[in-house]
């Protein structure tokens, strides 16, 4: 058991298709992040919130949509994806203002197709 | 803008060797936190160890340790006795003041033999 659970694992779409990523935390922690893994490039940070309100957009395409119901649940909704977007996203969470860092989900393996 | 330098795309060590990632980072600022995070084939990201800027002291973690030098703004980190299940990709990564957001490195592929 993690604390940071991501689901789907795996995810293969359409360009046309919607779907969405789930993650969620148990961990007491109030800022949650999206992160886009791509090979031999550094994680870069796509949103984060912090108590629910969305902190940060570090200039992400609208074609991607997040959700933050409450300080466990952070969503990410997927419209119109390009082939390029295929990458590892992951979430993570931590207590803001806390300096251990964050805690990792095991990321969605998403392929668009 | 603050930035994060791997340049070991790929390292190799043999079992029970030892082994130094390097990392370099770029900031103005004086007091920042820097991470090494270890990301095995389950691709989850597990903090291996942390260093605060105003500690001299290098920090240390059982087998895992840093050489962190402010100066050079050079944070490295070194890995005892390497065991099998170190086979990993290794992430450092940076945060500044008054800010939650991690800076993340390219990453090293470490790879590990028996």
């Known amino acids: 058991e993690t604390g940071v659970t991501q689901t789907p694992r795996h995810l293969v779409m359409g360009m046309t298709n919607k779907k969405s990523l789930k993650c969620e935390q148990h961990?007491?922690?109030?800022?949650m992040y999206w992160y886009k893994q791509s090979a031999k490039k550094p994680l870069e940070l796509m949103f984060v919130?912090?108590?629910?309100?969305?902190?940060e957009n570090n200039s992400v395409p609208s074609r991607f949509s997040p959700e933050c119901p409450n300080s466990s649940h952070l969503f990410l909704h997927l419209h119109t994806l390009q082939p390029e977007d295929s990458a590892l996203y992951l979430c993570?969470?931590?207590?803001?203002?806390?300096?251990?860092?964050?805690?990792f989900g095991s990321g969605t393996r998403l392929t668009v197709v | 803008a603050q930035t994060v330098t791997q340049s070991q795309p790929e390292m190799s060590v043999q079992e029970a060797e030892t082994v130094t990632l390097s990392c370099t980072y770029d900031?103005?600022?004086?007091?920042?936190?820097l991470f090494w995070y270890k990301q095995p084939p389950s691709r989850q990201m597990i903090l291996v160890i942390r260093?605060?800027?105003?500690?001299?002291q290098n920090a240390t973690e059982n087998r895992f340790s840093v050489n962190f030098q402010k100066a050079a703004k050079s944070f490295s980190l070194k890995i005892s006795d390497s065991q099998l299940g170190d086979a990993a990709m290794y992430f450092c990564?940076?945060?500044?003041?008054?800010?939650?957001?991690?800076?993340f490195g390219t990453g090293t592929r470490l790879q590990v033999f028996p």
């Open positions: 961990l007491g922690h109030n800022a």
């Open positions: 919130y912090n108590f629910k309100e969305q902190t």
């Open positions: 990564a940076y945060r500044g003041p008054n800010t939650d957001k991690l800076i």
């Open positions: 260093q605060e800027a105003y500690k001299q």
């Open positions: 900031t103005s600022e004086s007091d920042y936190y």
């Open positions: 993570a969470s931590s207590q803001p203002g806390a300096n251990y860092g964050y805690t």
